[in-house]
């Protein structure tokens, strides 16, 4: 990990950071990425998520869209580009007395292939990868950082908790209620002291799989620039002051309820869940509960009126999982249900388009209702799940997890050169 010179918004009082941030774009619906673009004219979603519908807009890509803008705003004084060098003290506080996560902007070195000093824990889209190493390559601009959670390292902590007793540099808090406060960091001796504490860990990816990997790629198409070997990474520690897991759900579009339940019935032991009332509300209010009880196991399906329970695989099932995958990854609700049930029992492929991901439950039920399908609700992996695949080498399916909090896009951009 270094520091680097940061490219931010010139103005860092809270309402206007506030305007011109937003989720990661993974994150960000159509509707809401019109929202934010209408909430400012320099909202980062132009360029996260730039859309040419403008005749003479850049080079007629949407990656050259974006470079287009950011080197406008660049040109007008929108962003500044910081004189010195820093590492970033960031800390997410969410609500109601949830413990705050606090972790370290910086610039983090692509990893050879053989090492594992950063290790992936989730498959990738090739598309979306091409997506963002076309973005990255276009506006030479690590728009949003990734982030890792790193083993546990009590130096990291100890300069931390000294640092948050200081005034913040920036400071804004999201729609969801979390408090970002950002602290920049230029004192040789602080940023020594986490460079080397960080040093004596390994990490895992927490989000951004996608945008590592078009880091990678963009670095082996671009390696003569030094700038290029690196990535823009927010570093938190695993456990107590880190992140937590929650699950990300599946909706299967055009699928009959009753001929997806009796397809599972062939693979899993099948039981309905009673709902106390009617319609999608009803359904989610249902659902949280049931996954919310820890002494409950398995997976969740609705088409927003009904919810079934699948528990106990069969041996056919399973036997459709991978077998030279660790015992860790076969036994995970979100194999048992990309593998067995999805791809196995319903024979669908798991593409963009024929397996939705829903980051909640009630945008899960709300999708398959729209969608006439069904949707599979499932329980989050744990940390230590994560942790254990990553470093057995294996992957878990594309969208399996959900690390939260999230850090906000748009506070700190890292220009690759320099």
Partial sequence: MRPFRALTYREHDHDHLARVSSPAYDLV???????????????????????????????????????????VWQREGVLERDDRAALWLYELQPPHGVPATVGWLGA?????????????????????????RA???????????????????????????????TPATMEVRDADG???????????????AVVQALS????VIADGHHRFAAARANAGAQCSASGNGAVLALVTPMGPGGLRVQPIHRVVPTLPFAAA??????????????????GPAAVVAAARSWLDDPAERGLLLTDGRRLVRLTGASADVRAAVPAEAPAAWQDLDVVLAHH?????????PDTVDSVLIAHGLQEAVDTAVEQAGVAVLLRAPSPTDVATVAR???????KSTLFVPKPRTGLVLRPLDG
Avoid: C, K
């Fill in 200 to 203: 004596r860990t390994g990490a």
């Fill in 135 to 165: 973005l990255l390559a276009a506006t030479r601009t690590d728009l949003e950082p990734i982030v890792l959670a790193h083993d546990p390292e009590p130096a990291v902590v100890e300069v931390a908790e000294t640092l948050r007793q």
């Fill in 108 to 132: 983090v070195t692509l990893p050879s292939e053989d090492s594992t000093a950063v290790l992936p824990h989730e498959d990738t889209y090739p598309r979306a990868v091409e997506e963002r």
């Fill in 261 to 278: 339940v009796e397809a599972a019935r062939r693979g899993f032991v099948t039981a309905e869940i009673p709902v106390d009332g009617t």
């Fill in 29 to 71: 619906t159509p509707a809401g990425r019109d929202q934010l673009a209408e909430a400012h004219p320099h909202n980062i979603v132009r360029l996260i998520l730039p859309r040419v519908d403008a005749p003479e807009g850049a080079a007629g890509t949407t990656a050259g869209l974006a470079a287009e803008t950011l080197r």
């Fill in 392 to 398: 057995a080498g294996a992957r878990m399916p594309r």
């Fill in 340 to 348: 067995g049930l999805v791809e196995h029992l319903w024979g669908r």
């Fill in 178 to 192: 979390v408090a970002h406060r950002l602290w920049r960091v230029t004192s040789p001796v602080v940023i020594d």
